[in-house]
């Protein structure tokens, strides 16, 4: 997995690209927690690019939205693949995350 970070009209998103599992995870988590740690208003993660995630990837922005919502911060998903969409609504996340189709409605939110 490769994981970008750009800057878009002053929002910050996280772009990985490929697989979110357990072996790619933790390297994903360390830089949403690293981002956390200095309590970003807002994270957009885009999953244009991600082709699979697991439970663990799961897990990765569970615990990024838990420590988010402990300072108000806000945690957007965008762009998610009909595969894993189905995955976060079938775990009913898509009732708890904020997911978005594109950047720009998430922006506006």
């Known amino acids: ?3 970008d970070i750009v800057d ?3 929002h910050l998103i996280i772009t990985p690209s490929g697989d979110i599992d357990m072996y790619s995870s933790p390297e994903l988590r360390s830089e949403l927690m690293r ?3 200095k309590k970003t208003k807002a994270l957009y993660v885009d999953f244009r690019n991600v082709s699979y995630i697991d439970s663990s990837g799961i897990a990765t922005f569970v615990e990024g939205l838990k420590k ?3 300072y ?3 945690l957007k998903l965008i762009g998610l693949p009909e ?3 189905e995955i976060f609504r079938f775990s009913k996340l898509d009732n708890i995350f ?3 189709g594109n950047i720009d409605d998430a922006v506006g939110s």
């Open 1 to 3: 997995m490769k994981i």
């Open 8 to 10: 878009y009209k002053g």
């Open 35 to 37: 981002l956390i740690t």
């Open 68 to 70: 988010m919502k402990l």
């Open 72 to 74: 108000g911060g806000r």
């Open 83 to 85: 595969g894993i969409m």
């Open 98 to 100: 904020e997911i978005y």
